[in-house]
T-cell receptor
Framework: AQSVAQPEDQVNVAEGNPLTVKCTYS??????LFWYVQYPNRGLQFLLK??????LVKGSYGFEAEFNKSQTSFHLKKPSALVSDSALYFC???????????FGKGTRLHILP | EAGVTQSPTHLIKTRGQQATLRCSPI?????VYWYQQALGLGLQFLLW???????NRGNFPPRFSGRQFPNYSSELNVNALELEDSALYLC??????????????FGEGSRLTVL
């Protein structure tokens, strides 16, 4: 069965420092991979996706993610964190066979001023 | 263009009652997904409808059910409510199944509280 793991419940980063939010996945075949962000009392917003092609994917608000097939990982990154990046981040995988979309448990990102 | 809309925003029920939540997808989207976001559990997949039919469901008991209408709006019904059903219920839509690469567009959610 497909699954997504976000090993860190919370990540703290100082403003201006690079950030990484980790995600690993398990799915048969080639997956579609996604990152979403959730601000307090809001729905989720799409950040970026990997479908095929370059392993480094660029998305909204300066975020990027690196797909690593051998490590089955899709970590979210940003070179310089902003306080406004503080939010809950979800990694998701879509199994191309049944189109089911599974989310990780989320990682709360705190950017410290 | 209007986004995904959900109603009601908040709903308070007592144990044993039934709750009905509604979702209107973005115009032109035919797929609707329902997720439960309970505290500390992330997003749990509930149901997926596409073009009026249930395509897949998650590991939830049968008292969680729903349907999709001809205009692609959807309804989630939860019967015999239990305290642990208290959560934020998120609806998301996406374009026609075979022509999209999968990102979802979410509504703001319906917060269900069971007393």
């Amino acid at each position: 069965a497909q699954s997504v793991a976000q090993p860190e419940d919370q990540v703290n980063v100082a403003e201006g420092n690079p950030l990484t939010v980790k995600c690993t996945y398990s799915v048969s075949g080639n997956p579609y991979l996604f990152w979403y962000v959730q601000y307090p009392n809001r729905g989720l917003q799409f950040l970026l996706k990997y479908i095929t092609g370059d392993n480094l994917v660029k998305g909204s608000y300066g975020f990027e993610a690196e797909f690593n097939k051998s490590q089955t990982s899709f970590h979210l990154k940003k070179p310089s964190a902003l306080v406004s990046d503080s939010a809950l981040y979800f990694c998701a995988v879509r199994d191309r066979r049944d189109d089911k979309i599974i989310f990780g448990k989320g990682t709360r990102l705190h950017i410290l001023p | 263009e209007a986004g995904v809309t959900q109603s009601p925003t908040h709903l308070i029920k007592t144990r044993g009652q039934q709750a009905t939540l509604r979702c209107s997808p973005i115009s032109g989207h035919t797929s609707v997904y329902w997720y439960q976001q309970a505290l500390g559990l992330g997003l749990q997949f509930l149901l997926w409808y596409d073009e009026g039919e249930e395509r897949n469901r998650g590991n939830f008991p049968p008292r969680f059910s729903g349907r999709q209408f001809p205009n692609y709006s959807s309804e989630l019904n939860v019967n015999a409510l239990e305290l642990e059903d208290s959560a934020l219920y998120l609806c998301a839509s996406s374009p026609r199944r075979h022509s999209n690469t999968g990102e979802l567009f979410f509504g703001e959610g319906s917060r269900l509280t069971v007393l």
